[in-house]
């Protein structure tokens, strides 16, 4: 079984939203490994970007295990 790091990000920018973007993380052989990536992202996210105050990121980070066969996102 592959396990597989979802991760949703998006700015607001002086009070306004940017359009998310997604980036899918794959081939993590175990759950561990992939909620350790995961963590790490989560961790990053909780960092303001040099100081700003008027730049958010907001994110959303999952793990979920790929069923055999299907690519992510169907």
Known sequence: MEWVLFVSLQWIV???PTQPTTQVIDSFPNEQLCN???DAIRAELNNPVGGQQRLQTVGRVVCFMRKDG???GR
């Open 14 to 16: 002086f009070g306004s």
């Open 36 to 38: 350790k990536a995961a």
């Open 70 to 72: 299907v690519p992510p």
